[in-house]
C-alpha cells in the first residue's frame, strides 16, 4: 500500500526558514516523479515544485530562488526547503507521487503559517 506522510509544517515568522519532509511507502518512490503541491485558504491548490527521479527539477515562478525541492532515494524522502518566507506561503503543503498511466498519490499535508 502506498502511503505519503508529511511532515515539518509549523508557524514561522516571515523572512524564516522551513523544510519539510515526505516519506514516501509501497515501493513506488524510486519510479514516480515527487512534488510539492499547496493550497492557501479561498484558493485553488497549484504546484509547487516537482523533481524526477533522475534530480531534474521544476518550480512555480513564485517560488524560484526560495524554495528547493531535493531527493534522497536511499531514504524514500522528498524534500521542500523554504527559505525568505512570506504570509502568502501560507498554506497546506501536499506531497505527491506521480507515476505513468496511474493515478497519483497524496499525502495528508501539512500546515505551513507564515506570521508575525
Known amino acids: 500500500q502506498v502511503q505519503l506522510v508529511e511532515s515539518g509544517g509549523v508557524l514561522v515568522r516571515p523572512g524564516g526558514s522551513l523544510r519539510l519532509s515526505c516519506a514516501a511507502s509501497g515501493s513506488i518512490f524510486n519510479i514516480a516523479v515527487m512534488g510539492w503541491y499547496r493550497q492557501a485558504p479561498g484558493k485553488e491548490r497549484e504546484l509547487v515544485a516537482t523533481i524526477t527521479t533522475f534530480g531534474r527539477t521544476n518550480y512555480a515562478d513564485s517560488v524560484k530562488g526560495r524554495f528547493t525541492i531535493s531527493r534522497d532515494n536511499a531514504k524514500n524522502t522528498v524534500y521542500l526547503q523554504m527559505d525568505s518566507l512570506k504570509p502568502e506561503d501560507t498554506a497546506v503543503y501536499f506531497c505527491?507521487?506521480?507515476?505513468?498511466?496511474?493515478?497519483?498519490?497524496w499525502g495528508q499535508g501539512t500546515q505551513v503559517t507564515v506570521s508575525a
Open positions: 505527491n507521487a506521480t507515476i505513468r498511466a496511474r493515478t497519483p498519490y
